[in-house]
């Protein structure tokens, strides 16, 4: 049969400049990604800039935070999560296999049943969604006049995002796959454009301005597409398109995805189950939370995200040669990157989010309640930062073995463990709770994976990352006692004006990452010297 594979080759000998040149390929891939990931996250930020001036954390932002969430949540099922960690180690071994027009049918069956699906569950939604508001998140909501239906009709106007978004993450894992992240890594740019020029421009035209929210949403979905498609076709086979035939590869790709559907599935319970519990506490605790994570994904897409998807393929070249020592190299220098970016951006978020919060949002609807209850959060979504990039690394050497049987249990135990967490912290610590229950699942996550992949790989050579781990939480220490002393020379709470609050926080940043880095290089901890050396050897190259 065409679709079976050989047997893999016999490992080649370990060869450590082998390493060095893998370890110097995720860099570069990473830093490419860093830079595209870390404009779209300055325009998130303005985006929620945008959200918190029109809507603030009211009615209408709950009903639009509601209203955006339910049709993402899907996103894990259809296209960014069981889908394309199931796509790309196959379709990595018919590239390896070097035979276009296989190739060509491969992408031609699978790109057609996937469309198929999601266009059928986004009718669905759209039919459902009225049930779905009515039935779970109307209790709280009923006490503002016109906020459910308000939400039912953002939600119905939000489902055409899930066909175009996940159209676009197909074609990203396609590009990925290749090694080619750049232009997807560029499309969620676009998407904060969108939203952000819809936004200003029919705020005042449609009937509550988080209609135009919803419209920048539906502009930048298909921007994501078109954007995309050039590329597309530059790295993939010639006349590729729709074919009813699915084939002995898509249905090896869905007997992968099989058991990551229902992890799926769990973690969109678990997220649905979490924005259930916040529906019910105070006003504005779903979207608080919403302006709260983006500040934690601000972090994680920086850098922890870029090192996650860049190093799927070269995980799954590996396991395909059957290298596990090369995938024990990857996952730890992996894991030094995510702890050397982590560990501070925790200690940063907590000691000044407040400040940050205030600067970044603290405008028309957005008032001093709103910063308060959002940095509330923020500092129990920061404590989740390490064990969030570290879960996602360690995820995707089971995604490289095709092993997403494991993932699945791991994400059924973890959810369950959330779910009981916010029931438990909702009603203590309000939508604190809720973000902290999802830190301490987090790490439970980290603990299930190192401790599996242990027993499947044997000793994983984690002993001197641990050592690398514990210096830069000395370093980080050494960052936050030069941060008290900048806050005690110049209190922020004694900042008014908007424009020296922002000249407060931009000498925090650079007093906080000198201070970092010179203690990490003084404890010999520093890995931001690799970084800084593939830039230099970049930049020579192209001179």
């Not at 996103?75 to 790309?88: D, H, S």
């Not at 069956?109 to 699906?117: N, P, Q």
């Not at 969030?388 to 135990?413: E, S």
Request: proline share 5%; with cysteine; hydrophobic share 55%.
């Amino acid at each position: 049969m065409a679709d079976e594979l050989p047997a893999p080759a016999p490992p080649p000998p370990l060869d450590p400049t082998r390493h060095a040149r893998a370890n110097r390929s995720i860099l570069r891939s990473a830093g490419v990604m860093t830079v595209m990931t870390l404009v779209s996250r300055v325009l998130g930020l303005v985006r929620e800039q945008v959200r918190a001036i029109y809507i603030g954390t009211g009615a209408a932002s709950d009903a639009f935070g509601l209203a955006a969430t339910i049709p993402n949540l899907l996103r894990r099922l259809l296209a960014e999560g069981a889908t394309t960690a199931a796509f790309i180690p196959v379709f990595t071994e018919y590239l390896r296999r070097g035979d276009k027009e296989e190739t060509r049918q491969f992408l031609s069956r699978f790109f057609t049943l996937m469309t198929l699906v999601v266009v059928a569950v986004t009718i669905l939604g759209v039919i459902l969604t009225p049930w779905l508001i009515e039935t779970f998140f109307s209790s709280r909501f009923r006490e503002v006049p016109g906020k459910v239906a308000l939400t039912i009709a953002l939600t119905e106007l939000m489902w055409p995002y899930l066909t175009f978004v996940s159209l676009a993450a197909m074609i990203q894992a396609v590009l990925n796959a290749h090694k080619i992240f750049g232009p997807s890594a560029f499309t969620p740019v676009l998407l904060n454009l969108a939203i952000i020029a819809c936004t200003i421009a029919f705020a005042g035209v449609v009937a509550d301005p988080s209609y135009a929210l919803v419209i920048g949403f539906l502009v930048g979905g298909v921007l994501q597409i078109i954007f995309q498609i050039p590329y597309l076709f530059k790295h993939t086979p010639n006349r590729w398109g729709i074919d009813f035939t699915f084939g002995p590869g898509v249905r090896r790709v869905a007997r992968i995805m099989g058991p990551g559907i229902f992890a799926a599935g769990v973690y969109q319970i678990n997220v649905f189950v979490s924005q259930l519990i916040a529906s019910g506490l105070e006003g504005g605790s779903i979207a608080s939370l919403q302006y709260s994570v983006r500040l934690q994904e601000l972090v994680l897409g920086l850098f922890v995200i870029s090192v996650a998807q860049v190093i799927l393929p070269s995980l799954s070249e590996h396991t395909a040669d059957g290298d596990d020592e090369a995938v024990k190299e990857t996952l730890g220098y992996s894991a030094r990157l995510i702890s050397f970016v982590t560990l501070p951006a925790t200690a940063g978020l907590i000691v000044v989010g407040p400040t940050i919060i205030r600067l970044l949002f603290q405008s028309g609807e957005f008032d001093a309640a709103s910063t308060a209850q959002t940095a509330f959060a923020l500092q129990f979504h920061a404590m989740g930062l390490l064990f969030i990039g570290q879960a996602r690394i360690l995820q995707q050497v089971f995604f490289a073995y095709k092993d997403m049987k494991t993932p699945t249990i791991v994400g059924a135990i973890v959810a369950v463990v959330n779910i009981a967490l916010c029931y438990a912290l909702a009603v203590p610590l309000g939508n604190g709770g809720i973000a902290l229950a999802g830190s301490v699942a987090s790490a439970v996550n980290t603990a299930l994976f190192v401790w599996l992949l242990r027993r499947r790989l044997g000793p994983l050579g984690l002993a001197p990352v641990f050592g690398r781990i514990a210096r830069m939480l000395v370093a980080t220490a050494a960052m936050v006692g030069a941060v008290v002393v900048w806050d005690l020379v110049w209190p922020a709470a004694s900042v008014e004006r908007r424009w020296l609050l922002l000249f407060w926080v931009l000498g925090v940043v650079v007093i906080a990452s000198a201070s970092y880095i010179g203690a990490c290089a003084l404890l010999k901890a520093n890995e931001f010297a690799g970084i800084w050396r593939s830039l230099r050897r970049r930049f020579k190259r192209r001179r």
